[in-house]
């Protein structure tokens, strides 16, 4: 994502720092980071997360042991409860995205997930048809699983925000000077 800005608006605000003796990367450097922070937002809330299921649950004692029954029909058995087992969500934990980083004369921030398998719900993954897999339950049928597309679609709304964020960041900065 690159942001184009106007270049005789821009050249106005350097003058306008160089003028106030200001320096402007820190106002850029806000600006950039506000636009990472709502990247990393939207990306967030568009990565699926698995579903929770109702399920029986062991019990155990307050030293980590299973409880059983001691007395009646169910002597030996151990105690169980229905509760919610929850899968999932670990990669929508692991989006991050960095403060700003300044290399070579050009600044950036990186929104990217550490997970492993990422980049294949990104992008879409092939698969075996006709392999069993046993957490699903069933046997997988399509040669190819379609991406989610989740950091690109986010990558494409705030690159439409992009510009009046930062228009916002160098007005604030320039009405403190007046």
């Not at 993954?125 to 006709?130: D, K, L, M, S, Y």
């Amino acid at each position: 994502m690159k942001i184009q800005i106007d270049e005789k608006a821009f050249t106005q605000f350097l003058k306008e720092c160089k003028k106030n003796s200001v320096d402007a990367r820190p106002i850029l450097e806000k600006g950039l980071n506000e636009i990472g922070a709502r990247l990393l937002r939207r990306v967030k809330q568009k990565t699926p997360v698995g579903q929770s299921q109702e399920g029986k649950i062991a019990r155990r004692d307050k030293s980590g042991k299973l409880m059983t029954y001691s007395k009646g029909v169910n002597k030996g058995k151990i105690k169980t409860r229905i509760g919610i087992i929850h899968q999932g969500g670990n990669l929508r934990r692991s989006w991050y995205a960095t403060n700003t980083i300044r290399k070579n004369g050009a600044s950036r921030v990186l929104v990217y997930n550490s997970s492993r398998y990422g980049m294949y719900v990104e992008y879409g993954h092939r698969q075996t048809p006709g392999r069993f897999v046993p957490v699903l339950g069933k046997r997988l049928k399509a040669r190819w699983v379609k991406g989610r597309f989740m950091l690109t679609k986010s990558i494409q709304e705030v690159d439409a925000l992009a510009l009046s964020i930062m228009k916002r960041h160098i007005k604030k900065a320039v009405s403190a000077w007046k």
